[in-house]
């Protein structure tokens, strides 16, 4: 009797157990929505997917504060954040991504047009974005995927870009920024001014360029132009016979041990040029600054044939509707209301809206970030770690010379699947 | 199967509880078949939920087509053509997917070579110099230690040592040695081989140990007896006896180098092609058809590999 009861007793343990397990299943497979938002009916909670680049505690302490809006970070490379997108689309609530990714999200239908209306600053925006021009009126190069083209959709649900102005907006902008090369004056000792010097024998076994397919031929295309050897009609959309073109002038100077490596994510950059590995090579800007506050020079190099460029920016999950949409809006309009934006700036990066991002910085962090002018005082970062001593200048000067500078956009192309079978090759030559 | 639990039960034994003395000790009416199966079943379901269907889904996936931002459940070849794009116009020449392979074989063939000659004297010193059973133990918990941090540490702690800049050259040439720093110490197939051994050459240590210690010491005292010399017991009693600890290591860091691309990306600096980066950079391009395929190669050419090494080794008879 004790041990049929016994026995019992373990089969109906195990029976719950085997259930609790499978509804954990089921709550992490995204199989039963509307789970957490029972929870957090009252406290305003936003689970955001992004790239590292837009996501501080700073910013989310901050607009919890002045919006009681709590924002949950989901960070992932740009390359999962997309992979997420196109199959987890319930995962997440407020999206910050590329632009140049919109030609894969948009027509997957996961993503949400955010209504142009409902953005308080959007009038305010840079004309960057709008128009393709500086605020000065210097007209932006517009090769690869401009976040002007993809700027707007036809309708609420069109998974077509519209040509001219609508409502839709498939992505507020947030945040921006030219690249250029990162080199070690202290070790090349000479002026560099152009993408071609990646190639320079000069600098063999000791150059590197970053292997992100869709990025690095950007960055190969900029030195194949540099080099005189051909001329594209749009370095961010290639015909195959401009693949072969520019992945056989790489391959050759791979081949003659041009690279010390490629590198992949942010700190294997910081480390080859920390390292002295290599002495010029594909970088992002904070990774310039990483290596210079670690009190190594390191210059992000304005060079004659202008800058790769590449922009982000919100939209919300298709799944996001009713209060939760509001709050979202409610988080953008707040985002572009300056602090987050000053931020942004004080990061060496550009926000969307100039306006309000000037109202929360000092005069004098504004003339060094944005005009190009010598530091009156010393440039702390966000976090108050001293970037520029006092009467230090930007690298490439003021956001008319460094986004007027732009000669391309980050892009996915239309030969992007030919591409990586290309780059494969390039790397396994 | 039931070659995978050999794996298992060989080389830790006891991980799969009561084959054996349970049985015998508790006697039962239930048929002895019956235990059997209840005891293999947990293994068997995770095997088959973790293992099996997921395969099963990469195969179907790899005939799949697709585009720039979805999967197309249609039949299509397109993921195993693009692989082999010009492989036969190229000839004699190597395609892509030819280069990748025979450099990722390379590195595997040099870094089973050097663990299985690291691994085989390690574990020949553990089972047969080491006398007391508490230092046995007390010194396979030794080659542990390295495995307390994480993989990617204990990779990336060699690029500060061999660098450029970094100890080992600046030592060179401070005495002299040589006068330029060596490049080929990081980011190439040196730097790759030297890190995989670093990791990996525990893997062979524990099964050929297992095997070792469970050869009879009087076997040894018998071929000493009849006048062998301690080479000739090793070739012809100590080797043979070790055999199936000696094909389970290799199976070990045979498929984890061949599927690796971590390690071959960070010490090659990034130059190295791997049959794992090719799955990667499809993955990352949301091209998963093509993934598939490329996994489904790999885990072939693996699969191929294992077979010939198994038939080399019948380790079922040898346990």
């Given at each position: 009797?004790?041990?049929?009861?016994?026995?019992?007793?373990?089969?109906?343990?195990?029976?719950?157990?085997?259930?609790?397990?499978?509804?954990?299943?089921?709550?992490?497979?995204?199989?039963?929505?509307?789970?957490?938002?029972?929870?957090?009916?009252?406290?305003?909670?936003?689970?955001?997917?992004?790239?590292?680049?837009?996501?501080?505690?700073?910013?989310?302490?901050?607009?919890?504060?002045?919006?009681?809006?709590?924002?949950?970070?989901?960070?992932?490379?740009?390359?999962?954040?997309?992979?997420?997108?196109?199959?987890?689309?319930?995962?997440?609530?407020?999206?910050?991504?590329?632009?140049?990714?919109?030609?894969?999200?948009?027509?997957?239908?996961?993503?949400?047009?955010?209504?142009?209306?409902?953005?308080?600053?959007?009038?305010?925006?840079?004309?960057?974005?709008?128009?393709?021009?500086?605020?000065?009126?210097?007209?932006?190069?517009?090769?690869?995927?401009?976040?002007?083209?993809?700027?707007?959709?036809?309708?609420?649900?069109?998974?077509?870009?519209?040509?001219?102005?609508?409502?839709?907006?498939?992505?507020?902008?947030?945040?921006?920024?030219?690249?250029?090369?990162?080199?070690?004056?202290?070790?090349?000792?000479?002026?560099?001014?152009?993408?071609?010097?990646?190639?320079?024998?000069?600098?063999?076994?000791?150059?590197?360029?970053?292997?992100?397919?869709?990025?690095?031929?950007?960055?190969?295309?900029?030195?194949?132009?540099?080099?005189?050897?051909?001329?594209?009609?749009?370095?961010?959309?290639?015909?195959?016979?401009?693949?072969?073109?520019?992945?056989?002038?790489?391959?050759?100077?791979?081949?003659?041990?041009?690279?010390?490596?490629?590198?992949?994510?942010?700190?294997?950059?910081?480390?080859?040029?920390?390292?002295?590995?290599?002495?010029?090579?594909?970088?992002?800007?904070?990774?310039?600054?990483?290596?210079?506050?670690?009190?190594?020079?390191?210059?992000?190099?304005?060079?004659?044939?202008?800058?790769?460029?590449?922009?982000?920016?919100?939209?919300?999950?298709?799944?996001?509707?009713?209060?939760?949409?509001?709050?979202?809006?409610?988080?953008?309009?707040?985002?572009?209301?300056?602090?987050?934006?000053?931020?942004?700036?004080?990061?060496?990066?550009?926000?969307?809206?100039?306006?309000?991002?000037?109202?929360?910085?000092?005069?004098?962090?504004?003339?060094?970030?944005?005009?190009?002018?010598?530091?009156?005082?010393?440039?702390?970062?966000?976090?108050?770690?001293?970037?520029?001593?006092?009467?230090?200048?930007?690298?490439?000067?003021?956001?008319?010379?460094?986004?007027?500078?732009?000669?391309?956009?980050?892009?996915?192309?239309?030969?992007?699947?030919?591409?990586?079978?290309?780059?494969?090759?390039?790397?396994?030559? | 199967?039931?070659?995978?639990?050999?794996?298992?039960?060989?080389?830790?034994?006891?991980?799969?509880?009561?084959?054996?003395?349970?049985?015998?000790?508790?006697?039962?009416?239930?048929?002895?078949?019956?235990?059997?199966?209840?005891?293999?079943?947990?293994?068997?379901?995770?095997?088959?939920?973790?293992?099996?269907?997921?395969?099963?889904?990469?195969?179907?996936?790899?005939?799949?087509?697709?585009?720039?931002?979805?999967?197309?459940?249609?039949?299509?070849?397109?993921?195993?053509?693009?692989?082999?794009?010009?492989?036969?116009?190229?000839?004699?020449?190597?395609?892509?997917?030819?280069?990748?392979?025979?450099?990722?074989?390379?590195?595997?063939?040099?870094v089973w070579a050097i663990t299985l000659f690291i691994g085989f004297w390690?574990a020949?010193?553990?089972?047969?110099?080491?006398?007391?059973?508490?230092?046995?133990?007390?010194?396979?918990?030794?080659?542990?230690?390295?495995?307390?941090?994480?993989?990617?540490?204990?990779?990336?702690?060699?690029?500060?040592?061999?660098?450029?800049?970094?100890?080992?050259?600046?030592?060179?040439?401070?005495?002299?040695?040589?006068?330029?720093?060596?490049?080929?110490?990081?980011?190439?197939?040196?730097?790759?081989?030297?890190?995989?051994v670093?990791?990996?050459t525990?893997?062979m240590v524990?099964?050929i140990?297992?095997?070792?210690?469970?050869?009879?010491?009087?076997?040894?005292?018998?071929?000493?007896?009849?006048?062998?010399?301690?080479?000739?017991?090793?070739?012809?009693?100590?080797?043979?006896?070790?055999?199936?600890?000696i094909?389970?290591g290799s199976?070990?860091v045979i498929?984890?180098?061949?599927?690796?691309?971590?390690?071959?990306?960070?010490?090659?600096?990034?130059?190295?092609?791997?049959?794992?980066?090719?799955?990667?950079?499809?993955?990352?391009?949301?091209?998963?058809?093509?993934?598939?395929?490329?996994?489904?190669?790999?885990?072939?050419?693996?699969?191929?590999?294992?077979?010939?090494?198994?038939?080399?080794?019948?380790?079922?008879?040898?346990?």
């Amino acid at each position: 009797m004790t041990e049929t009861t016994r026995t019992k007793g373990v089969s109906r343990r195990t029976l719950l157990k085997g259930t609790a397990g499978l509804a954990g299943l089921a709550a992490g497979s995204g199989a039963i929505t509307g789970f957490p938002y029972v929870k957090s009916a009252d406290a305003k909670v936003l689970r955001y997917l992004g790239t590292a680049v837009n996501e501080g505690d700073d910013i989310s302490k901050q607009c919890l504060k002045d919006t009681g809006i709590k924002i949950e970070y989901i960070t992932a490379t740009t390359d999962d954040v997309t992979k997420r997108v196109m199959t987890q689309p319930n995962s997440f609530d407020v999206l910050d991504t590329e632009y140049f990714s919109l030609k894969k999200l948009v027509p997957s239908g996961n993503i949400l047009a955010l209504d142009a209306r409902k953005i308080k600053e959007f009038d305010n925006i840079t004309p960057v974005f709008t128009k393709g021009q500086t605020p000065g009126g210097k007209k932006i190069g517009n090769q690869g995927t401009a976040p002007w083209k993809v700027l707007y959709l036809e309708g609420k649900d069109s998974k077509k870009f519209a040509t001219s102005a609508t409502e839709f907006v498939t992505l507020i902008p947030t945040v921006y920024n030219a690249d250029t090369l990162g080199i070690r004056p202290d070790l090349i000792k000479r002026p560099i001014s152009s993408w071609s010097e990646l190639l320079n024998p000069e600098f063999k076994g000791k150059a590197s360029i970053l292997n992100i397919p869709s990025i690095g031929i950007m960055d190969a295309a900029m030195v194949v132009e540099a080099t005189g050897k051909y001329k594209y009609a749009d370095k961010g959309n290639m015909t195959k016979e401009e693949i072969d073109l520019t992945m056989k002038v790489m391959t050759e100077a791979k081949k003659a041990g041009q690279f010390r490596a490629f590198w992949k994510d942010f700190n294997e950059s910081v480390n080859l040029m920390a390292s002295g590995e290599t002495v010029i090579q594909s970088m992002w800007s904070p990774a310039v600054t990483k290596v210079r506050s670690m009190g190594i020079a390191c210059t992000f190099q304005p060079l004659k044939e202008g800058y790769r460029s590449w922009a982000s920016g919100f939209c919300v999950s298709k799944g996001v509707s009713g209060a939760k949409l509001e709050w979202a809006y409610e988080f953008v309009n707040w985002f572009l209301s300056g602090y987050a934006g000053a931020y942004l700036n004080r990061q060496g990066y550009y926000s969307a809206v100039l306006s309000t991002a000037k109202a929360h910085m000092e005069p004098y962090e504004w003339a060094y970030w944005m005009e190009g002018k010598a530091a009156e005082k010393d440039i702390k970062a966000p976090d108050g770690s001293l970037l520029e001593k006092a009467g230090a200048v930007r690298d490439g000067g003021s956001y008319e010379d460094r986004m007027g500078g732009v000669a391309c956009w980050n892009a996915v192309m239309d030969e992007n699947d030919y591409m990586v079978r290309k780059w494969n090759e390039f790397i396994a030559a | 199967m039931d070659t995978s639990e050999d794996i298992l039960q060989q080389a830790s034994p006891g991980l799969i509880p009561g084959s054996g003395t349970a049985r015998a000790a508790k006697p039962t009416r239930l048929s002895p078949s019956f235990i059997s199966w209840l005891q293999a079943g947990p293994m068997m379901l995770v095997f088959l939920a973790f293992f099996l269907i997921p395969l099963v889904f990469v195969v179907i996936v790899s005939f799949w087509d697709y585009n720039e931002y979805q999967l197309l459940p249609a039949f299509s070849g397109r993921g195993y053509t693009d692989t082999f794009e010009g492989c036969i116009a190229q000839l004699p020449d190597l395609c892509t997917i030819g280069r990748t392979y025979v450099m990722t074989l390379k590195l595997c063939f040099m870094v089973w070579a050097i663990t299985l000659f690291i691994g085989f004297w390690v574990a020949y010193f553990l089972a047969f110099h080491v006398k007391s059973k508490t230092w046995q133990m007390g010194l396979s918990l030794l080659c542990t230690i390295p495995f307390w941090t994480s993989n990617v540490i204990r990779m990336i702690a060699w690029i500060p040592l061999l660098g450029r800049n970094g100890l080992v050259n600046s030592g060179l040439v401070k005495t002299g040695l040589i006068n330029h720093p060596l490049e080929w110490l990081l980011f190439s197939e040196f730097s790759v081989v030297l890190a995989l051994v670093h990791l990996f050459t525990f893997f062979m240590v524990v099964p050929i140990f297992n095997s070792m210690v469970r050869i009879d010491k009087s076997l040894i005292e018998a071929a000493y007896d009849a006048g062998a010399t301690g080479f000739q017991t090793l070739v012809n009693v100590i080797i043979p006896l070790a055999k199936p600890g000696i094909v389970i290591g290799s199976i070990f860091v045979i498929t984890i180098v061949m599927g690796d691309f971590i390690t071959i990306g960070v010490m090659g600096g990034q130059q190295i092609a791997a049959a794992g980066k090719i799955i990667e950079t499809r993955v990352n391009a949301l091209q998963f058809p093509a993934a598939a395929a490329n996994a489904v190669i790999l885990l072939a050419i693996t699969f191929l590999i294992i077979t010939m090494m198994s038939r080399i080794v019948d380790i079922k008879k040898e346990l």
